[in-house]
């Protein structure tokens, strides 16, 4: 991650580099600011859930810090509210699911 092109002489990998890192901030800012979850932001940005995840708790601490801390806040607030949103999906799941059966007779 901290490689100098210089030193390399590999422009297209420092460019690849500089996209991720812009990527890894870009995301962050995106959750910070909406305080949505990995899946609304890995949507947004086109890439998967696992690359969002992989961008904010592996990349972005040597990117930068502070913004980590508020992430790190953000992502862990999410993993203890999941099991209620999972419980909410199911519900409203069932609760179409009835009212498809009451209007079809």
């Given at each position: 991650l901290f490689i100098s092109c210089k030193k390399r002489?590999?422009?297209?990998?420092?460019?690849?580099?500089?996209g991720i890192e812009k990527?890894?901030?870009?995301?962050?800012?995106?959750?910070a600011a909406g305080g949505c979850t990995v899946r609304q932001t890995a949507q947004a940005f086109g890439v998967s859930k696992s690359t969002v995840y992989k961008d904010?708790?592996?990349?972005?601490p040597h990117l930068d810090g502070r913004?980590?801390?508020?992430?790190?806040?953000v992502l862990d607030c999410n993993k203890a509210e999941r099991?209620?949103?999972?419980?909410r999906a199911t519900q409203?799941?069932?609760?179409?699911?009835?009212?498809e059966k009451i209007t079809r007779k």
């Amino acid at each position: 991650l901290f490689i100098s092109c210089k030193k390399r002489g590999e422009g297209a990998f420092c460019l690849m580099l500089e996209g991720i890192e812009k990527r890894a901030t870009d995301e962050a800012r995106y959750l910070a600011a909406g305080g949505c979850t990995v899946r609304q932001t890995a949507q947004a940005f086109g890439v998967s859930k696992s690359t969002v995840y992989k961008d904010l708790t592996e990349r972005l601490p040597h990117l930068d810090g502070r913004l980590y801390r508020r992430i790190r806040h953000v992502l862990d607030c999410n993993k203890a509210e999941r099991h209620l949103r999972g419980g909410r999906a199911t519900q409203e799941k069932f609760r179409g699911e009835k009212l498809e059966k009451i209007t079809r007779k």
